[in-house]
Nanobody, 124 residues
Framework: QVQLVESGGGLVQAGGSLRLSCAAS????????MGWFRQAPGKEREFVAG????????SYADSVKGRFTISRDNAKNLVYLQMNSLKPEDTAVYYC?????????????????WGQGTQVTVSS
C-alpha cells in the first residue's frame, strides 16, 4: 500500500520560512518523480514544484521561483519543499504526489499517488 505523508505545515508570518517533508512508503521511491501541489480555498489545485527521480532536474511554478526549493533524499524516501520569503498568497493546503516516471510534470492528472496534505497559513 502506497502512502505519502506530508508534515511541516503551520502558521508563519509573511517573510518567514517553512520546510515541508513528505515521507513515502510502499513504492520504489527512487523510480518516481515527485511533485508538490497546493490548493487554496475556492481555487483549483496548482503545481508548485517538481523533481526528477534522481533529483537532477527540478521545475517550479513562476509564482514560487527563487523562493521555494524542492529536494529529495532517495536513501530516506523523503522529498522536501523549502519555502522562504513566504507571502499570504502562499496560504494553502500543500500536497505531495508521486509520478511513475523519471521526470516530473506540472499536470496533476499525471501523478499516481497523493498525500493527504498539510496546511500552510501565512499571516500578513
Amino acid at each position: 500500500q502506497v502512502q505519502l505523508v506530508e508534515s511541516g505545515g503551520g502558521l508563519v508570518q509573511a517573510g518567514g520560512s517553512l520546510r515541508l517533508s513528505c515521507a513515502a512508503s510502499g513504492l520504489t521511491f527512487s523510480t518516481y518523480a515527485m511533485g508538490w501541489f497546493r490548493q487554496a480555498p475556492g481555487k483549483e489545485r496548482e503545481f508548485v514544484a517538481g523533481i526528477s527521480w534522481s533529483g537532477a532536474r527540478t521545475s517550479y511554478a513562476d509564482s514560487v521561483k527563487g523562493r521555494f526549493t524542492i529536494s529529495r533524499d532517495n536513501a530516506k524516501n523523503l522529498v522536501y519543499l523549502q519555502m522562504n520569503s513566504l507571502k499570504p498568497e502562499d496560504t494553502a493546503v500543500y500536497y505531495c504526489a508521486a509520478d511513475r516516471s523519471w521526470v516530473s510534470t506540472a499536470q496533476a492528472y499525471e501523478y499516481d499517488y497523493w498525500g493527504q496534505g498539510t496546511q500552510v497559513t501565512v499571516s500578513s
